[in-house]
């Protein structure tokens, strides 16, 4: 009987540890951002103190990563300052970038307080491709996708050359499926690596002692454990079924209750998108039912 060498699967069972939700934590912003056209540099809005990580902080919505990270255009300087301004900065270190090309530094400006506003861009490209690989892979597509969708094509050019250390033995688009992988694991790795198991205690009476102040982070962290959650949870990322909305959502907005609720089942971003397209539907079938009754009672008077 002739062997086959076992074709290796480059698809990988994702392990979440610890396997459920991990509370969500407040998330820095800076102060006001404007971007100075001379440099291209986030500044801070004139008035405003120097910037200071814990000058404003929130919480993220339930499905951030969705239905706003991927809504900003990365195109548009005053978008991102304004995405900024609303979320705060990723702040990735140079070696969570991935070793791509990205600004020059040669005025001496310091890029953590006054960075580009292109820089700020490719961070958050760079995690809007971690969202779009788990969307992909719901889809069952190939994650690589994800990364294109975002113009990071150079990151996945060594893929052949990473199947072949990794000694996969594989064509080029499972090479890629694998190299797609590597990638998320790196960056979500390094994001959530900067969370620890800790014990915070929080006293009713002061004179007991000092409460520890809630945990805080920048947003790039935050985006990779609201993400995880979302995959640990077994959520499915969709889009938001009214013609006119192109919202991608997690959990339906409920205008009624102003709280987020659970998806399965649902087709809808929100409750009003959910009523506008049933309003449009019966409109529909009331216009089409009128024009029925015109069309039979015109092939009557002509019988």
């Known amino acids: 009987m002739e062997s086959h060498p076992r074709k290796r699967s480059t698809v990988p069972n994702v392990t979440y540890w610890p396997g459920h939700a991990v509370p969500e934590p407040l998330v820095n912003h800076g102060p006001l951002v404007v971007v100075r056209s001379s440099d291209d540099r986030l500044v801070a809005m004139t008035g405003q103190d120097p910037w200071e990580p814990f000058a404003r902080e929130a919480h993220l919505d339930p499905d951030f990563v969705v239905r706003h990270l991927l809504a900003v255009d990365l195109n548009d300087p005053t978008a991102v300052a304004h995405f900024v301004n609303r979320y705060g900065t990723v702040d990735l270190a140079a070696q969570d970038r991935l070793h791509l090309p990205t600004w020059s530094d040669e005025d001496g400006l310091d890029p953590t307080t006054q960075p580009k506003w292109q820089r700020v861009a490719l961070e958050l490209r760079i995690h809007r491709a971690l969202v779009r690989h788990w969307q992909a892979g719901n889809r069952g ?87 995880w959650n979302l995959m640990a949870q077994s959520y499915e990322p969709k889009e938001c079924a009214n013609e006119r909305c192109d919202v991608v959502f997690v959990f339906q907005d409920s205008n009624k209750e102003r709280q987020r609720v659970r998806t399965r089942g649902l087709m809808y971003c929100s409750s009003k998108c959910a009523k506008a397209q049933l309003e449009r539907v019966r409109r529909r079938k009331l216009a089409d039912e009128e024009q029925r009754k015109k069309t039979t009672k015109t092939k009557k008077g002509l019988s």
């Open 141 to 227: 597509e190939n994650p690589a996708e994800g990364w294109r969708a975002e113009g990071l094509d150079e990151l996945l050019a060594d893929a052949q050359d990473y199947a072949e250390r990794a000694g996969l033995g594989v064509d080029q688009k499972a090479a890629e499926v694998a190299r797609a992988w590597s990638l998320f694991r790196a960056v979500m790795n390094s994001q959530l690596g900067k969370f620890h198991v800790e014990v915070l205690l929080d006293f009713e009476d002061e004179e007991l002692g000092r409460s520890d102040e809630p945990k805080r982070t920048n947003l790039g962290p935050a985006i990779a454990l609201q993400l």
